[in-house]
C-alpha cells in the first residue's frame, strides 16, 4: 500500500527555480501511477527530475516506476537518493526494501522496513515484507490481559448448542457454510489477501441467511477484520465461526511424534491467538501470515481440530499404542476407548487449556470425523481382506489390487469422550457425512427402510443412526451436499450422486439435505461449500489431471470434486461472452473459422472449461445428421473410418466421434484403443469392472473398421456383503450428451439453433483425454504403475460427415486439414455468478 503519495509530490526544495512546474509533473506522475499508466507515469517524473534535478518526492516516484519496470538496481539509486535527502521518510525506506529485496539481498531489504516500522509502526505493508521473510518486525505484540470473570459466548446443552444474550441463554441451530477460498488459477494456500474480497463474501452468505461460516486453516487477517466489521455493523445478523486447525497425518503415522505433534499444537495456539486478535504470525510455506489484531472471539462459535482421518494411519497408530486406553485431562476425558480416543481427547484438551490459561475463555470443540470412522457397524461393508475370503468361499476371483479404504475397521466414537466439571462450554460431534459414500448408506437395509418427510431417503436413515448413537450429546453435521459437476464419480440409490446434477437439480438436493439434517435432530449442518474450487480432485479423474500443479489452470467441468460451491467459477470471459448452447447465436458466430465445403462452415474456440464447436449452413439438421471426427493427436494415428460413414476414410486418424443423430441420440465416442476406462465387454462376468483402467490404452494405434468405443466409466464396484449378497457394479456414458439450452439446464451439451442455422456443441476438455488444456497436454498411454503418460499435442483436427436421414449416405465431407491450436496460458480467464443453490439456501435458512 503506497502512503503519502501526494503529499511527496509537493515535497519540493525551496531552491529549486521551476519548483511549481516540477510540482506539476510529479503529482501528474502520481496520478498515472495509481492507474497503473506506467509509462506515463515515468515520462511525467522524468519532466519532474528534469525541472528540478535530486527532487525528493520524484526520486521516489522514479524509484515506485522502476520497480514496476523490473529494474530494481535503478530503482535502489533512485532511494537511495531520496532517503538522502529526507531520512524521516517512511514511503522511500520501504521502497528501498522492495528494491534491495528483488535485488537478492535480504538483510539490507530487512534493515529498511525495520526502519520504515520505526518512522510509521502502522505501516502493514513493510511489516508484512518481514513477515514473509520470516523476520521478527521488532514490534512487539501487546500483552495480553485476562479477563477476570470467565467468558463463555457458546455452550452445548443436551443435543444442541446455546449463545449467550443480553436475556439468557438461547438456542442456536448451526445454519452454515464451508468457506473455502482458492479462485480459479490458485492454489488452496494462495488466499485473498485483500478486505473487500471477504467484506462481499460475508454480506453474500449473510444474504442466503447461514448465521455461521466454518474455515479449516488460518486465513490471511484480511479474513478476520472483515468479520468483525460485519458482526460489528450487523449485529441482528452476525455470522458465527467454526474454526479448524488443520494438520497434514504424521509420518509414519506415529501421532505422537515429538516434531509433529508440537508443530499441531503450536498451530492450535496461534488459532487461538488469533481469535482474541493477538497473533503475529511469520510466513510459512502453504500458511497465511501477517498481524492478527482482529478480535473475533465473541463470535467464535467453536473448534473442529483436524482433517479427515485416514482408517489406514488411525488403524497404525491403534497397533502403535496398544497400551493407551484412557485419558484424563483437565477439561476433558476418557475413560476406556482405543489409542486414537485418546489421542484426540488429549488435543482438544490441550487447546481448550491453552485458551483457558491465556484468555480465560472457553467455546464447544470437536474433532473431525466421518462415515469412514464412524462408530456405527455396517453389514454390507467388510474389510477387504474380508472382502478377499468372501470371494473365495462364493467363488468370485480375488481382486487383490482393490485401494479403497477399510470403511468399517476402525472408529473414532466422541461418545467416550466426557466433559470433566470444569468445562463450562462442552464438547460435540462432528462429521463430514454425504449421501453417496461410502457404500454401505446405499446397501444397508436399516437406512434403506427409512424416509423422511422428503420421501424415502436412505441418507436421513443413516443421519438417524449417527444421532441416535450420539443422544444426549450435540452432533454436527459439518460438511453435507452435492456438485453440479457433469462428470459423475458415484451413483446414490435415491438420486443424490456425487456429481451428474445440473445446477437446478444441485439447488433442489442442497435443500433437501438441509431439511433432513435437521429432521434428524442434528445440531446443525455446514453446507460445503462457498466456491466452486479449480485446483480439486476426484478419484475418477486424479490420474488424468496431469500435470497435477497445473489443474488449478482449467475449469474439470467432469470432476465432481469441482462444484459444490453456492458461487459458481467458470472458464471465460463473462458469461454474456461465452458460448452456451442455445444462447446468443452471435458469440457461436464469432469463434475462428477453421474449414468451409460448400455451404458449411466449422468455427471452434476454446477456455478453460470446454471446447467449442460449431456447424454453420447447409445440410440443415431436420434433414441430416452429423459425425465429427475429432484427431487428437498425430495424424498418422487414430481411426481413419467415422462410425456409420461409408465411402473413402478420412484423411487422418481420430480419437474420437461426436455423433449427432437426433435431440434424443447423441454422444461422443472413443477408438477403443484409446479408452482410459474398462467398459463391459460380452461375456465379462460379475466381476468384470473390478479394475477402473483399460490397461492397454495407447494413442499410438490405428483402425479402418470404424469402431468406436461409449465412454463408459464404473463409478460404483462389484461389492459382497458379509452376508455373501453380491451388488453389480454400475456406471454412466460419460459420453452421452445431453440437448437443451444451457440457461435450462447448466449441464447442457449441444443445441440446434434452427433459425440462425446452427449446431452448437461444448465438449468438456477430459472426455477427449486432454489433460490439461492450459499447456495443450493429452494422454498417450497407461503406464503399468497405474499412471498415464502424457505429452503436449500440436492441436486437433476435424472430420465432419453430413449423412442424408431419409436415403443415408454422405451428403457433405469437410475434410480436416486445418489444425485447431488453441491458445494456451498460464493466468486462466473466469468469470462467476452464483448459483441456483443460492436461493434455495436462503429460502430454506430463512424460513427457520
Excluded at 525506506?93 to 522492495?98: N, Q
Excluded at 447423441?666 to 461375456?683: D, E, H, I, S, T
Amino acid at each position: 500500500m503506497l502512503m503519502l503519495l501526494v503529499a511527496l509530490a509537493s515535497q519540493v526544495p525551496a531552491p529549486c527555480l521551476h519548483a511549481a512546474a516540477a510540482a506539476r509533473e510529479a503529482t501528474a506522475g502520481w496520478g498515472e501511477y495509481r492507474r497503473g499508466a506506467i509509462v506515463q507515469a515515468a515520462t511525467h517524473f522524468a519532466v519532474a527530475d528534469s525541472l528540478c534535478p535530486g527532487d525528493h518526492a520524484t526520486q521516489v516516484g522514479l524509484g515506485f516506476v522502476r520497480l514496476r519496470q523490473g529494474q530494481p538496481a535503478a530503482a535502489a539509486e533512485r532511494f537511495l537518493g531520496a532517503v538522502a535527502s529526507d531520512t524521516s521518510d517512511a514511503e522511500a525506506w520501504y521502497g528501498l526494501g522492495l528494491a534491495r529485496s528483488r535485488q537478492g539481498q535480504r538483510a539490507s531489504a530487512a534493515d529498511a522496513w525495520r526502519r520504515t516500522l520505526r518512522l510509521t509502526p502502522e505501516y502493514e505493508d513493510a511489516e508484512l515484507q518481514l513477515l514473509a521473510l520470516g523476520i521478527d518486525s521488532g514490534l512487539a505484540l501487546p500483552a495480553v490481559v485476562r479477563p477476570v470473570d470467565p467468558e463463555v459466548a457458546v455452550r452445548t446443552a443436551g443435543e444442541g448448542l446455546e449463545i449467550r444474550t443480553q436475556g439468557g441463554w438461547r438456542p442456536f441451530y448451526v445454519k452454515g457454510i464451508n468457506l473455502g477460498v482458492a479462485l480459479p488459477g490458485h492454489f488452496p494456500s494462495e488466499f485473498p489477501t485483500d478486505d473487500s474480497t471477504y467484506s462481499r463474501w460475508l454480506a453474500l452468505i449473510a444474504g442466503a441467511r447461514a448465521n455461521a461460516i466454518r474455515v479449516y486453516t488460518i486465513l490471511p487477517p484480511a479474513f478476520y477484520r472483515s468479520l468483525r466489521a460485519w458482526n460489528d455493523a450487523h449485529p441482528d445478523r452476525a455470522l458465527w465461526l467454526l474454526h479448524g486447525v488443520w494438520t497434514e497425518l504424521p509420518p509414519g503415522d506415529d501421532y505422537d511424534g515429538v516434531a509433529w505433534k508440537a508443530g499441531f499444537r503450536a498451530e492450535m495456539r496461534r488459532v487461538v491467538d488469533l481469535l482474541h486478535g493477538h497473533a503475529l504470525i511469520a510466513a510459512r510455506p502453504g500458511h497465511a501470515f501477517g498481524r492478527y489484531d482482529s478480535d473475533v472471539s465473541d463470535h467464535a462459535l467453536g473448534f473442529i481440530i483436524g482433517r479427515e482421518w485416514e482408517p489406514v494411519s488411525i488403524r497404525a497408530y491403534n497397533a502403535r499404542r496398544r497400551d493407551r486406553t484412557a485419558f484424563a485431562g483437565r477439561f476433558l476425558a476418557l475413560d476406556r476407548g482405543t489409542p486414537a480416543d485418546a489421542w484426540m481427547a488429549e488435543q482438544c484438551d490441550y487447546l481448550l487449556t491453552y485458551e483457558w490459561d491465556t484468555y480465560h475463555a472457553q467455546r464447544p470443540i470437536a474433532y473431525t470425523n466421518w462415515p469412514t470412522l464412524d462408530p456405527l457397524s455396517h453389514p454390507t461393508e467388510p474389510t477387504l481382506e474380508e472382502e478377499q475370503r468372501l470371494r473365495r468361499r462364493h467363488g468370485f476371483p480375488p481382486n487383490p489390487r482393490l485401494k479403497e479404504y477399510d470403511n468399517d475397521r476402525e472408529s473414532l466414537d466422541a461418545m467416550l469422550v466426557r466433559a470433566t466439571s470444569a468445562n463450562l462450554a462442552g464438547y460435540f460431534a462432528s462429521y463430514h457425512a454425504y449421501p453417496y459414500y461410502p457404500d454401505f448408506i446405499d446397501l444397508d437395509s436399516a437406512y434403506g427402510a427409512v424416509g423422511s418427510a422428503e420421501g424415502r431417503s436412505r441418507y436421513f436413515g443413516y443421519l438417524r443412526g449417527l444421532t441416535q448413537h450420539h443422544a444426549g450429546r450435540p452432533l454436527l453435521i459439518a460438511e453435507y451436499g452435492v456438485p453440479s459437476s457433469r462428470g459423475v464419480s458415484h451413483l446414490q440409490a435415491d438420486g443424490m450422486g456425487h456429481g451428474g446434477h445440473d445446477e437446478r437439480a444441485m439447488a433442489d438436493i442442497d435443500a433437501r439435505l438441509t431439511r433432513e439434517v435437521r429432521a434428524a435432530g442434528a445440531a446443525g449442518g455446514v453446507l460445503f461449500a462457498w466456491l466452486d474450487e479449480w485446483f480439486k480432485h476426484t478419484w475418477v479423474t486424479i490420474d488424468l489431471e496431469v500435470p497435477a500443479e497445473r489443474s488449478r489452470l482449467w475449469h474439470n467441468v467432469e470432476d465432481a470434486e469441482q462444484h459444490y460451491g453456492l458461487m459458481g467459477e467458470y472458464g471465460g470471459a463473462s458469461g454474456d461472452a461465452t458460448p452456451a448452447p442455445g444462447g446468443d447465436p452471435a458469440v457461436w458466430r464469432a469463434l475462428p473459422v477453421l474449414a468451409r465445403a460448400d455451404s458449411l462452415v466449422l468455427r471452434v474456440g476454446a477456455d478453460p472449461s470446454y471446447l467449442y464447436v460449431a456447424l454453420a449452413g447447409r445440410p440443415a439438421f431436420e434433414s441430416a445428421r452429423y459425425v465429427i471426427g475429432i484427431d487428437t493427436y498425430r495424424r498418422d494415428r487414430g481411426q481413419f473410418r467415422l462410425p456409420d460413414v461409408a465411402g473413402p476414410t478420412g484423411e487422418v486418424g481420430c480419437e474420437f466421434a461426436l455423433v449427432l443423430n437426433d435431440t434424443s441420440d447423441a454422444q461422443l465416442m472413443v477408438a477403443p484403443w484409446y479408452n482410459p476406462f474398462r467398459g463391459p465387454r460380452k461375456g465379462m462376468g460379475p466381476t468384470g469392472l473390478d479394475l477402473l483402467y483399460h490397461e492397454a490404452a495407447t494413442v499410438d494405434k490405428t483402425g479402418r473398421d470404424g469402431a468406436f468405443d461409449s465412454l463408459f466409466v464404473t463409478t460404483n464396484r462389484w461389492r459382497i456383503a458379509r452376508s455373501g449378497r453380491t451388488y453389480s457394479a454400475r456406471g454412466v456414458n460419460r459420453g452421452r450428451l445431453r440437448y437443451g439450452r444451457a440457461q435450462e439446464s447448466s449441464l447442457a451439451d449441444w443445441y440446434v439453433e434452427r433459425a440462425a442455422g446452427l449446431v452448437e456443441v461444448r465438449i468438456a476438455w477430459a472426455l477427449l483425454n486432454v489433460t490439461d488444456p492450459s499447456s495443450r497436454h493429452v494422454m498417450v498411454r497407461y503406464r503399468r504403475n497405474g499412471t498415464f503418460e502424457t505429452t503436449v499435442t500440436d492441436g486437433f483436427r476435424f472430420d465432419v460427415a453430413a449423412l442424408d436421414r431419409s436415403r443415408g449416405g454422405v451428403v457433405t465431407r469437410l475434410g480436416a486439414g486445418q489444425t485447431y491450436a488453441w491458445p494456451t496460458w498460464e493466468v486462466p480467464t473466469w468469470h462467476e455468478r452464483l448459483k441456483p443453490a443460492y436461493e434455495a439456501m436462503r429460502d430454506v435458512w430463512g424460513s427457520w
